[in-house]
């Protein structure tokens, strides 16, 4: 099935760095949202973008929905070892969700 | 709020018997429930979505016959592997839409349920 493309694959970062990941796609879609899922779990959202140029924030997360209605990023400040995990963006347009790849993000104190 | 529950979380069974996953939504009502197959390392990939009271709508290329989808009610969604081959392993996660008539319906995850078939 159609999925985004979203970048990076993995990173490997110091505790307390920053981080950024994001996602682009070749279709428009009306939300987008961050989910973060830890192994053998299901995703558990992290925000959720409703409106081109919106910019979320969720403690140390922040998010944008691009412009273009084509993108999202994602931020993560002063990363702390319980960040570990795979970040997925999806896309959503009607009521299905369309995933990306994931980030998985490991954290090194 | 906005729990999903799945059961089991995990089962292993003999290729060629079926297997039923259960999916809740225990502190709202969905009308809708999705289901998405993870394989390791890998992406969500939707199955099908299932409405309550209606027949569910599979994805292109996922065998109807083999995923069978039953959505009873507004909290409960099964999906029974039929036959299943090893080659059905994986990771069925189910999500369910909580219902408040807007844009901003969110899709609530389950925990999971890892299958293995010998």
């Known amino acids: 099935g159609q999925q985004l493309n979203q970048s990076p694959q993995s990173m490997f970062i110091q505790e307390g760095e920053d981080v950024s990941m994001n996602c682009t796609s070749s279709?428009?879609?009306?939300?987008w949202l961050w989910y973060k899922q830890d192994p053998g779990e299901g995703p558990v959202l992290l925000i959720a973008l409703y409106k081109a140029g919106e910019l979320t924030s969720n403690g140390r997360l922040t998010a944008q929905f691009g412009i273009t209605r084509k993108d999202s990023f994602l931020n993560i400040s002063a990363s702390i070892p319980s960040d570990v995990g795979i970040y997925f963006c999806a896309g959503q347009a009607g009521t299905a969700l369309i995933f990306g790849k994931g980030t998985t993000l490991s954290v090194s104190s | 709020g906005a729990v999903v529950s799945q059961h089991p979380s995990w089962v292993i069974c003999k290729s060629g018997t079926s297997v039923k996953i259960e999916c809740r939504s225990l502190?709202?009502?969905?009308?809708?429930m999705f289901w998405y197959r993870q394989f390791p390392k890998q992406s969500l990939m939707l199955m099908a979505t299932?409405?309550?009271?209606?027949?569910?709508?599979?994805e292109q290329g996922v065998e109807k016959d083999k995923f069978l989808i039953n959505h009873a009610s507004l909290t409960l969604s099964t999906l029974t592997v039929t036959s299943a081959h090893p080659e059905d392993s994986s990771f069925y996660i189910c999500?369910?839409?909580?219902?408040?008539?807007?844009?901003?319906?969110?899709?609530?995850f389950g925990p999971g349920t890892r299958l293995t078939v010998l």
């Open positions: 279709s428009i879609f009306n939300t």
């Open positions: 299932s409405n309550e009271g209606s027949k569910a709508t599979y």
């Open positions: 502190d709202f009502q969905a009308t809708t």
């Open positions: 999500s369910a839409r909580a219902l408040r008539g807007g844009p901003t319906d969110t899709q609530y």
